[in-house]
């Protein structure tokens, strides 16, 4: 069953936290503080299968946990930003619309590796 938005209905079950990755940098260089707060909507997350792990296994050096976060379709969003979901920081690293129907954008995230 969907709801009136085409989304499965009871999916959405998370609320996340879309940001700017960082408000500014210090002398040093290092992050200041969290970044201003773009939009707080409810999320569908999607683990990597394990044939998408298996198959990015040799192009890993350091753990990387790959999520995806579909929201209810959502322009502006960039992989200048990050995604909070149950206390933890995910980086978008693409955002994928449903062009045809605008009814999703999915923010493929990782955490862990080099940036996470």
Known sequence: MTDK????????NRRIVIRHKDAG????????????????PWAWVKTQT????TRNAGNVSASID??????????GI???????????V???????HDVANKVWTDLVCR?????G
């Open 111 to 115: 955490q862990g590796g080099m940036d």
């Open 90 to 96: 995910f980086d978008i690293k693409q955002v994928r």
């Open 5 to 12: 938005d085409g989304l499965p209905a009871g999916k959405l």
């Open 66 to 75: 790959a999520y995806s976060f579909r929201i209810r379709y959502r322009k």
């Open 25 to 40: 940098q210090d002398e040093t260089g290092q992050p200041i503080g969290k970044g201003e707060v773009i939009a707080r």
């Open 78 to 88: 960039t992989d200048a930003m990050c995604v909070e979901c149950d206390g933890m």
């Open 50 to 53: 394990g044939m998408g792990v």
